[in-house]
């Protein structure tokens, strides 16, 4: 038998394949994170729409997600919670879901998050980008294992007392005694930068006296180990926004600014206790992503969860590595220390 092969043909239009794009609208739960909202806003434009309009989307998707579990009797949804409670109220209920009114509404939102700037580092000088490592602990370990900063930078020392700290600056002719350096004298305070040739120190003080000096470095020493400065990592919790706020209040180093709210009732991992000035250096993991000074006494050991300790295991030791590092001078120094803060985390 043969085979037989079987074509049918058909005449008429066939249907219009549809090309359009969909959006399935991801958490929105950074509001506030300027790179965040960029990056929300380039894939809602990939679907035609706008970052209000994108939103608007996600805040109906994450209510009836979050009416779904409730029936279903999965009320544990904490993070969604979170998410919603970002919005308030909500847009009037009177407002047709979709319509321009509506969407307005969410623009309007957007437009009164206080929106963090993000950081230029092209716009940056070397002092500021010094400032900003100091204050990121991950990205300084960064930079020092690419040895673009010295192992020795960021150190913690004690400055000598006048009768010693007055004739060593006098003595030194790239420096000039000024009377107000009296008040940095047995201060504690963190080496910026080192200048192995002239022999002196870039170092910032905190607290009532806060400046950033050039000092001879012969007159610092070392107190990373002192009993005024702790690097004991601990998980920690902190404190209700009130209690916050009334912490900040009366520190003399930390001023309250209103983002700190959500702040309160995190955790976060504790990177190093400050006595001479009452503060705690925390960083918090995602979504908020960031590394802050607290007062000490708002915040609280815990003990960690998975997430904080993951986070730990970002900051640890990775040993001291042999032979002398490969240093950098000039415009190649803070090209390079560009790179490392704008890089990828």
């Known amino acids: 038998m043969d085979n037989l092969s079987c074509m049918i043909v058909t005449f008429g239009a066939g249907k219009d394949v549809d090309n359009k794009k969909g959006f399935i ?38 209510r009836k997600t979050r009416v779904e579990s409730v029936m279903n009797g999965q009320d544990d949804m904490a993070e969604l919670r979170a998410e919603i409670s970002n919005f308030g109220e909500g847009p009037p209920k009177d407002l047709v879901e979709g319509s321009p009114e509506r969407t307005q509404w969410f623009k309007k939102w957007l437009e009164s998050q206080d929106v963090e700037p993000q950081i230029d580092p092209a716009n940056m000088t070397r002092d500021q980008l010094l400032e900003l490592l100091e204050r990121d602990p991950d990205m300084l370990a960064m930079a020092q294992a690419q040895g673009f900063v010295s192992q020795t ?13 007055k004739p060593a600056v006098e003595a030194h002719k790239a420096l000039k005694w ?31 006296f806060s400046a950033t000096v050039w000092l001879p470095t012969s007159a610092l020493a070392d107190d ?8 004991r990592r601990r998980n920690v919790l902190v404190s209700s926004e009130e ?7 009366k520190s003399t180093v930390v001023e309250w600014k209103d983002k700190m709210n959500k702040l309160a009732g995190q955790r976060g991992l504790a990177l190093e206790d400050d006595t001479s000035d009452g503060t705690t ?41 042999e032979g002398e590092e490969e240093e950098l001078d000039g415009d190649d120094e803070l090209v390079a220390l560009r790179a490392v803060i704008a890089a990828p985390t």
């Open 243 to 249: 209690e916050l706020r009334a912490a900040v209040e």
């Open 178 to 208: 000024d009377q107000r350096l009296m008040a940095v004298c047995g201060r504690q305070g963190r080496v910026l930068q080192d200048d192995s040739s002239d022999g002196t120190s870039q170092v910032r003080f905190r607290g009532n």
């Open 25 to 62: 609208p991801g958490p929105f739960d950074a509001p506030t994170h300027g790179g965040f909202r960029k990056a929300y806003a380039a894939m809602a434009d990939r679907a035609g729409l706008t970052l209000e309009a994108a939103v608007e989307q996600r805040y109906d998707a994450a």
């Open 153 to 165: 930078a960021m150190r913690t020392v004690r400055v000598a007392g006048m009768e010693e700290l």
């Open 224 to 231: 990373s180990g002192a009993s005024g400065n702790s690097t």
């Open 281 to 321: 250096c925390i960083r918090f993991p995602p979504p908020l992503d960031l590394t802050a000074w607290l007062p000490t006494c708002a915040v609280t050991d815990v003990e960690g969860g998975p997430d904080i300790e993951e986070l730990d295991g970002d900051f640890e030791d990775e040993g001291d590595d």
